[in-house]
């Protein structure tokens, strides 16, 4: 069973604009989530995080918002750059280190 | 520089004959990881490793084996590779602090097709 889902496989926005990508999770015990940022012929990259007793964390352009209600994730970019495509990821976290993926979200960016 | 290094990045093999993919940190992580890549599941972890000598299942292990006997070294192997393990491997480490999120570092990945 997918515990981490990401129903939009690609998401197009024009630079300057934000850029929204959203993620499912349908089991409550968890430590933290996080984005994973992927590159062609690269390996994924750690992006932001947040955890379970947080509701929004901040870096940069990067915010990730947690609903736990709606038991939702969301990355927020902006201003969106070209630089920001990628293949975007979020991932359910333990302390222990174990990691489970969503199925990733082509990230456009049109200059 | 710190990093995560796979061997071959690209491999092509045919159904039965062994193989082995190799993975290597110099970053002194507990903890190394192998995921597969594969188009609408998104990565999924094959096995896990939170010290030397010390190895554990992940989500996909079936057709797969690993081993740990350096801390630096996570190898994954498959005896008798088939088809349905066509994808694209990547390997992963991070430290152990049971306190927040450690951040795991990726390889570059390892493109195999089993013909």
């Known amino acids: 069973d997918q515990q981490v889902k990401q129903n939009s496989p690609s998401l197009s926005v024009q630079e300057g604009r934000i850029s929204i990508l959203n993620c499912d999770y349908t089991?409550?015990?968890?430590?933290?989530f996080l984005w994973y940022k992927k590159y062609p012929a690269e390996g994924p990259t750690f992006l932001i995080s947040?955890?379970?007793?947080?509701d929004k964390n901040e870096d940069g352009r990067f915010t990730v918002f947690l609903n736990k209600s709606a038991k939702h994730l969301s990355l927020h970019i902006v201003p969106s750059q070209p630089g920001d495509s990628a293949v975007y990821f979020c991932?359910?976290?333990?302390?222990?280190?174990?990691?489970?993926f969503g199925q990733g979200t082509i990230l456009t960016v049109h200059p | 520089e710190a990093q995560v290094t796979q061997n071959p990045r690209y491999l092509i093999t045919v159904t039965g004959k062994k193989l082995t993919v190799t993975c290597s940190q110099n970053?002194?992580?507990?903890?190394m990881s192998w995921y597969r890549q594969d188009p609408g599941l998104g990565l999924r972890q094959i096995y896990y490793?939170?010290?030397?000598?010390?190895?554990d299942k992940g989500d996909v292990p079936e057709g797969y084996k690993v081993s740990r006997k350096e801390k630096r070294n996570f190898p994954l192997i498959l005896e008798s590779p088939s088809p349905n393990q066509t994808s694209l491997y990547f390997c992963?480490?991070?430290?152990?602090?049971?306190?927040?999120?450690?951040?795991?570092?990726f390889g570059p990945g390892t493109r195999l097709t089993v013909l």
């Open positions: 992963a480490s991070s430290f152990i602090t049971g306190g927040p999120y450690n951040e795991q570092f």
């Open positions: 089991n409550s015990m968890f430590d933290y």
């Open positions: 947040i955890s379970s007793i947080k």
């Open positions: 991932a359910r976290g333990t302390s222990y280190g174990k990691l489970t």
């Open positions: 970053m002194n992580h507990e903890y």
């Open positions: 490793s939170m010290n030397v000598e010390v190895t």
